[in-house]
């Protein structure tokens, strides 16, 4: 039986210190955050098990997964539905693998990545329709899930396949007890069809929602956490996070605090976007010194240094200025100097998200050693932005009201 969690409800009960609370935004508790004129954030619910994925419903309630922890079997699924000013949560799933994405597939039900495996079900009756679609009982076999990125990260593209991110298992394909790799020698967790730190591409049957057949999209991706299809054009685009421990590889480097850069990069099929052999604008990793890295495809524009996007979307909604239609808003997990924050990549003159970087959200501290932790940043039915935020367990709410 599904199980009603109303400890959560912080519209209707309150909330603790924790959040900060200053004033109320909308029928929300407000969060001490910092926001261009006329935006605020509000407090949907706080005391949550690590939440990472959101999934706004056309009717105003939201799928939520909480990961519960980096062991395996904690995880749960929850459906927050509105009442009045505030939310009731229900617990749909429990005991799951470190849940991560969600996402509304194109037949109407729910999708949801736990490690491993990706399984369906439809909300009338969770329990009764859930269905293993890759790993698990399904026919396919099970998703790597291993080594340092072994969450599932996941949407449908623009022709309705699902895009799934197989994460590297190692920081820059160090071996053992962090042994530099072989300058001379490939990766070998990245090569092959069944290599990791990279795109699969599982081409679907609609209405059934079965996968065809699936293969490697592209290749050279750390860990694709945040990906987002353009509303426009149709394309794939993904967010990388850079690797770790540059300074140990470049003696001269006091730190790596600005090395190497996050990445955005425009999906093509076929690509190597150059992991672990190159890093920024496709310059040698200092493990591979001799790489031509002309060879592999360079980010389409460089992020903050360890600033970790893991949640972005294309905003198409009217509730915020028009100036950020289309713009590609992008949560900064990171606990470094330029994490901790929500920014919007402004579109250029061809609707890429190349213009100017503006801050949704910064200023955000919880304390006075802990910051905000922006996961999933989802689009509502009402134009507004919903957030998790997993170090502080926070459901977030961003809206406008013109000041």
């Not at 109407?108 to 329990?127: H, K, N, Q, S, T």
């Not at 028009?322 to 713009?327: E, M, N, V």
């Amino acid at each position: 039986m599904p199980h009603v969690r109303a400890l959560a409800l912080v519209a209707a009960l309150g909330i603790s210190g924790s959040a900060a609370a200053a004033g109320m935004c909308g029928s929300l508790p407000r969060l001490d955050v910092t926001t261009p004129p006329g935006f605020c954030m509000g407090v949907i619910a706080e005391k949550l098990h690590f939440p990472r994925g959101i999934l706004p419903l056309p009717n105003g309630d939201l799928v939520v997964t909480e990961m519960g922890g980096w062991v395996g079997g904690q995880g749960a699924v929850s459906l927050f539905k509105r009442s009045g000013d505030g939310y009731v949560q229900t617990v749909l799933f429990k005991g799951l693998n470190r849940p991560h994405a969600v996402q509304l597939g194109p037949d109407g039900l729910v999708y949801v990545g736990e490690v491993g495996r990706i399984f369906r079900f439809a909300l009338r009756d969770p329990a009764g329709t859930a269905v293993d679609v890759i790993g698990g009982k399904s026919s396919l076999p099970p998703l790597p899930g291993r080594g340092l990125h072994a969450l599932t990260s996941m949407l449908f593209d623009a022709d309705r396949n699902l895009i799934v991110s197989i994460g590297s298992s190692s920081d820059h394909c160090e071996g053992a007890e962090n042994a530099a790799p072989l300058a001379g020698q490939p990766c070998a967790e990245g090569e092959g069809k069944e290599g990791i730190g990279l795109l699969r591409k599982y081409v679907m049957r609609w209405p059934a929602g079965a996968v065809v057949s699936w293969d490697v999209l592209a290749r050279g991706l750390r860990n694709s956490v945040a990906m987002a299809v353009h509303p426009v054009t149709g394309a794939l685009w993904q967010a990388d996070n850079g690797r770790d421990a540059m300074q140990a590889a470049i003696p001269t480097l006091k730190n790596d605090n600005e090395l190497p850069h996050d990445e955005l990069n425009l999906v093509e099929r076929g690509a190597h976007y150059g992991w672990p052999y190159c890093y920024d604008s496709n310059v040698a990793s200092p493990e591979y010194p001799a790489t031509k890295c002309a060879a592999y495809r360079a980010p389409a524009r460089l992020l903050p240094a360890h600033a970790a996007p893991l949640g972005m979307l294309f905003y198409t909604g009217k509730a915020f200025p028009p100036q950020y239609q289309r713009s590609l808003i992008v949560g900064l997990h990171g606990y470094r100097q330029h994490g901790h924050r929500i920014v919007a990549l402004m579109p250029d003159k061809a609707g890429a998200p190349l213009g100017k970087m503006v801050d949704l959200v910064s200023g955000w501290r919880t304390g006075p050693h802990s910051t905000g932790a922006p996961v999933d940043v989802r689009q509502g039915a009402d134009g507004f932005l919903y957030i998790a935020d997993d170090r502080n367990g926070m459901l977030l709410r961003l809206q406008y009201a013109a000041p």
